[in-house]
């Protein structure tokens, strides 16, 4: 049992850190997609190195080569994100579209259409977003109730989404709707991907509790989609939802953040009870505590990962990431504010400790536990299908979505 | 027994409960979240009018000289409405001062005015992000003139005098002095936090008058004396929050359907809403305790008030971040009123100082 990569992986490993060296820009801060003031220029910055990423094979390592990636393994793609993350690359933008948007386009798309569509996504021209929830649906996604009706070889849809992360930079989306209402919720739904310049779509950003707004609503009314844009059947858009909600999984980590060695090193910058607060036994537990979990979680991916290069499936382990690491996000940075006593509050970069990372890692935290599954909805799914304890009752499984009662 | 507050008390608490829902709902803290007023004055007046400034002041100096008890009871109905005032700066922490330890001359100058609500007061003891201690204290105080820097100060943009914690050079010791805000050779920069509806401000002085104040001889104790006051007011104030948090929620999950169920339907809701309700029931007994010990400054108050601290700010800072999570996508959102209390929560936590050092 060992951590060392083959020697067929540390060629590449070398090859990557090569590259990397020599292409990976040397900003210091590289400014994500989370530090808003900053997201016209990070996109221009971070379109750039995309393109860079996609031309050297490395945007997209386990793709085929016909789709522009390396047609390279998941160990050599997580081999290649740990030598990126050294360095100060522009992230965020592209994550929704790659992770989640394309392959299912990849999955489900004709040829003619993963040939247009694919490879500008990978070279960062093209930006995708995720068209699933509603106002009304959201852990309940199947219950959306966008429309669309089909007129000729089109499709008219109209209704309104809500909370899709980066709607007003996106070229493309990709939606669920309902095309009938008259069965049952999951039974009724179609999928598509749509132009989102098309005639009809207007999107209104919609401002967070940080001030900043990553996340639109997006009104649709009468907006004409070509029938050719479905994917899978009519009626069958939950089965492609999933493949997306698949992806999701897997994609949807939670960012970069301030974790038990940002701790440590505020502890030893301030004082607590006189002494320099990595002095303080229950601040040495805190720091204990989140080193285990860390360390927990990147032994957890070191197992998926060795399942992933000797071919096989990870097990279900590797759906614990986001419902361990959102709220210790939201733990640690309440207690490094803790630490910094009344100045704990303060969120101007220039006079809080540290930059204010524990500040803003506080705000964004509580967002990262509702995006993409919120706790809840990801124990339930460990206890339901990974532990395989019996689902709540549901009510609105059988019965058709518009004799549904007051779903609201 | 009878572990409770009075009948008068309970009054007053409806009193200040029905002011603050017809002067003090959500919208007024919006509007100062988003604008450029450091308070609500137009609240703050109001209170002033009932009296409330004056709660715990002497009669002689014009107040209503009542107990902390009905101090703890307005600061409950506080927290719950999340009051953009400069209350806990001028009330608890800088009334209680000058009361205890102003010299016969600072009180009938000043406590007759806050009573009035003439002036606004504020306490400011840390200086940076370093846990304050009588070995660090950095602000100097030598021959009636003050040099040095307070951070964060709260209310410190607005505020109209100062007690400062000083080293006080003529006996080397710890001291509080009195500076007005207005005096010359002040620099006053108002800074950027989580919450915006509560002002906080840098003050650097430079050679500014001030007037020292009474010590018992040990000035570390005296300042630790006000901060155990105001850390069982002040957990009021947050458990007042916490249950509004919680009222929140409660009604969202409620109201909320997902699976054609209400969201109050899954165990998953359910017992986070337990949970905070079981937080903040401990935290009012821990607090109710700590009130009694202010009343009858009863021995146990060091202790009691350390965990009214550490209870209500458990409470406070977990109902308000699960009342978000209850809320799902919406709770979010700058729209939503979540928000205050989740902006709220770790200003009151963190005003006095951390947790981590409360339970030492
Ligand atoms: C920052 C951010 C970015 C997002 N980006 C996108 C995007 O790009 N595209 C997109 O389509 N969506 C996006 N979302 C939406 C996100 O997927 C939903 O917010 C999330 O699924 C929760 O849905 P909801 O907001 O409707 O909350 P609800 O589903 O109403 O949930 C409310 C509360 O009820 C609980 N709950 C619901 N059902 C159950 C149950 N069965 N058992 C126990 N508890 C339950 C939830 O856990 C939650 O605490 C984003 C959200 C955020 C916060």
Request: proline letters at 4%; charged letters at 25%.
């Amino acid at each position: 049992m060992d951590f060392n990569d083959t020697p067929e992986e540390n060629d590449f490993r070398l090859e990557v850190r090569e590259w990397l060296k020599n292409n990976a820009p040397k900003e210091k801060k590289a400014g994500g997609y989370d530090s808003i003031d900053v997201q016209e220029s990070a996109l221009a910055r971070a379109r750039d190195w995309q393109a860079k990423k996609a031309e050297a094979g490395y945007a997209a390592i386990t793709w085929p080569k016909e789709y522009g990636g390396l047609g390279g393994s998941s160990i050599q793609s997580v081999i290649y994100s740990q030598e990126e993350s050294k360095y100060n690359v522009p992230t965020g933008f592209f994550d929704i579209g790659l992770g989640m948007c394309i392959p299912t386009i990849m999955a489900w798309a004709t040829k003619e259409q993963n040939e247009r569509y694919v490879e500008p996504a990978l070279y960062g021209k093209e930006i995708w977003c995720q068209l699933f929830s509603e106002p009304s649906a959201g852990s309940d996604v199947a219950g959306v109730r966008t429309k669309a009706e089909k007129d000729g070889d089109d499709w008219i849809i109209n209704g309104q989404k809500v909370w899709t992360s980066g709607a007003h930079f996106c070229d493309f989306g990709i939606i669920v709707v309902r095309t009938d209402p008259t069965v049952p919720k999951h039974k009724g739904l179609s999928f598509f991907f749509l132009d989102m310049k098309s005639p009809g779509i207007e999107i209104k950003p919609i401002r967070q509790i940080s001030g900043g707004s990553n996340f639109n609503e997006v009104f649709f009314t009468d907006v004409r989609v070509p029938d050719l844009q479905r994917l899978g059947e009519v009626g069958e858009g939950w089965k492609v939802a999933l493949t997306t909600l698949m992806n999701e999984r897997l994609a949807i980590g939670v960012p970069k953040s301030a974790d038990y060695s940002s701790l440590t090193q505020l502890a030893k910058d301030v004082i607590l009870n006189n002494k320099p607060a990595i002095k303080n036994d229950l601040v040495r537990a805190k720091i204990a505590d989140w080193y285990v979990q860390s360390e927990g979680l990147k032994y957890t991916k070191m197992r998926s990962l060795t399942s992933l290069s000797k071919g096989e499936t990870p097990g279900p382990e590797s759906s614990i990431g986001k419902v361990v690491s959102a709220p210790k996000m939201q733990d640690l940075a309440s207690f490094a504010m803790d630490l910094q006593g009344a100045a704990g509050i303060l969120n101007d970069p220039d006079m809080s400790l540290m930059h204010s990372i524990f500040q803003n890692q506080w705000m964004s935290a509580a967002g990262y536990r509702i995006a993409g599954g919120t706790d809840e909805i990801l124990k339930n799914i460990v206890a339901e299908r990974v532990l395989g304890l019996p689902q709540d009752i549901r009510v609105d499984k059988n019965v058709p979505f518009n004799e549904l009662a007051d779903s609201r | 027994m009878n572990f409770d507050f009075s009948e008068d008390q309970k009054l007053l608490k409806e009193q200040v409960s029905r002011f603050l829902t017809d002067n003090c709902p959500i919208e007024v803290v919006r509007e100062v979240l988003e604008g450029d007023d450091f308070y609500s004055e137009k609240v703050w007046k109001g209170l002033v009018e009932l009296g409330l400034t004056g709660t715990t002041i002497p009669e002689e100096y014009g107040g209503l000289e009542l107990s902390p008890l009905e101090l703890c009871v307005i600061a409950e109905e506080l927290g719950r409405a999340s009051a953009p005032v400069p209350f806990s700066s001028s009330v608890y922490l800088a009334t209680e001062a000058i009361k205890l330890f102003g010299t016969s001359e600072q009180k009938e100058n000043y406590l007759p005015k806050l009573a009035s609500g003439e002036i606004i007061a504020t306490f400011a003891l840390p200086e940076s992000a370093m846990e304050p201690n009588p070995d660090n204290i950095q602000c100097t105080f030598s021959s009636g003139k003050l040099t040095g820097t307070k951070m964060p100060v709260p209310d410190g943009s607005y505020a109209d005098i100062c007690v400062v914690i000083v080293r006080d050079k003529t006996k080397d010791s710890i001291g509080m002095s009195i500076v007005d805000l207005s005096e010359k050779g002040i620099e006053k920069k108002s800074l950027s936090t989580l919450d915006q509806t509560r002002d906080h401000a840098e003050i650097i002085f430079n050679n500014t008058s001030s007037e020292i104040m009474n010590s018992s001889g040990d000035g570390w104790s005296d300042v630790q004396q006000i901060l155990d006051i105001a850390a069982v007011l002040i957990s009021f104030e947050q458990i007042g929050g916490a249950e509004a948090s919680l009222n929140m929620a409660k009604e969202y999950a409620l109201d909320r359907f997902a699976f054609g169920r209400q969201i109050g339907s899954y165990q998953a809701v359910k017992h986070k809403l337990a949970d905070m309700y079981i937080k903040i029931e401990l935290a009012k007994s821990n607090s109710y305790y700590g009130a009694m010990m202010l009343n009858d400054k009863g021995s146990d108050l060091k202790i009691a008030a350390a965990a009214s601290r550490v209870a209500a700010t458990d409470a406070f800072n977990f109902a308000a971040q699960e009342n978000i999570q209850t809320h799902g996508g919406i709770g979010f959102t700058w729209e939503a009123d979540t928000q205050f209390y989740y902006r709220r929560s770790q200003v009151l936590g963190l005003s006095l100082g951390s947790i981590a050092s409360w339970k030492k």
